[in-house]
């Protein structure tokens, strides 16, 4: 049976609604119905699909904190980045979960937040953003008031983005291209940039560079930027940074991520075929300091070896 949002919530508002019946919340803007099972790009309907909802430590130190993130992973994706490294669950092609009943969703949220630190992340959200205003509510309406984090790959519409101020408390977004026709090869999206840049923008403008982190080091509101450094792009990784730091602020905490590793589909890729080296790494943080960025975090050569998660356990993290 589905549980389609419809028949849980009558509160939701019109642009909320629309969203799933002319869906176009995202850049793909497909424009079709899914409250009528309709699919569009992300092959996603209306009803309330999880692929994991667990404890995560493997994310900065202010997100994770000492007993970890409630992390609500959703299935499929807007992006189709063909290196992706929860493949499992991010391909559009691959089998949804079966939909879960509300109650028993935030029962679990909850029970997994008993454990965890006061925050709950959701990744992946941009084309279930009805589904986590919903959930929001739902968590709220247990009595619950955690810290909701927004871990998108950014390619989101900044008016979606608008929807969600005075909700979302810390923006996690990925800014992965600068480059069209990259972002087209490796993610099906020449128009990456442009509304990652947009969407972004909007984060800024809720939340400027200022990380309002509380007295148990777990950041409370506030815009962390990722980028993944890709093997053979360092000097795009370069130009976004510059970006950042020129039309956005130097002021905002970015996580320079080098955990990439090779998936087995692209292990026979010309580039995307093996992990970062060490020299495009330091490239890469040499123009971090040139640029002026001065705030966030880098990683350690040997993360990739860490992040490897397998969805088909409870525990994708083993941990
Ligand atoms: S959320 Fe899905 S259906 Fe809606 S516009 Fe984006 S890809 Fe299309």
Request: charged letters at 20%; glycine letters at 6%.
């Amino acid at each position: 049976m589905n549980h389609s949002i419809r028949d849980i919530y009558t509160g939701y508002n019109e642009s909320e609604i629309k969203y799933l019946t002319d869906c176009t919340m995202c850049p793909r803007n497909c424009g079709i119905n899914r409250l009528a099972n309709e699919l569009g790009f992300c092959k996603c309907d209306s009803s309330f699909r999880i692929s994991a909802i667990c404890a995560h430590f493997g994310e900065e130190p202010v997100i994770s904190g000492k007993k970890g993130i409630c992390n609500i992973f959703f299935p499929h994706c807007n992006l189709q980045c063909i290196y992706c490294q929860n493949y499992e669950i991010s391909q559009n092609n691959s089998s949804l979960p079966r939909s879960m009943s509300f109650d028993k969703l935030i029962n679990k949220i909850c029970s997994v937040l008993d454990k965890t630190e006061n925050i709950v992340g959701f990744v992946s959200p941009s084309h279930y953003i009805p589904q986590m205003l919903a959930i929001i509510k739902g968590i709220k309406t247990k009595g619950r008031n955690p810290i909701f984090v927004y871990n998108s790959n950014a390619y989101d519409k900044p008016e979606t983005i608008k929807l969600l101020e005075g909700i979302i408390d810390v923006y996690l977004p990925d800014f992965k291209y600068s480059d069209s026709g990259i972002s087209q090869e490796y993610s099906q999206a020449n128009d990456y940039f442009k509304y990652a840049n947009a969407s972004i923008k909007e984060m800024y403008r809720q939340k400027g560079s200022t990380l309002i982190v509380n007295d148990k080091g777990i950041a409370e509101s506030g815009l962390i930027i990722r980028h993944l450094v890709l093997p053979g792009l360092a000097e795009q990784s370069c130009e976004i940074l510059k970006y950042i730091s020129d039309e956005i602020s130097p002021n905002i905490h970015i996580s320079l991520m080098s955990q990439y590793y090779p998936t087995l589909s692209v292990k026979n890729h010309k580039l995307l075929n093996r992990t970062i080296t060490e020299c495009e790494y330091e490239m890469v943080k040499k123009c971090f300091d040139s640029c002026g960025c001065s705030k966030g975090w880098i990683q350690n050569m040997d993360s990739y070896k860490s992040y490897r998660p397998d969805f088909s356990d409870e525990n994708p993290f083993h941990q």
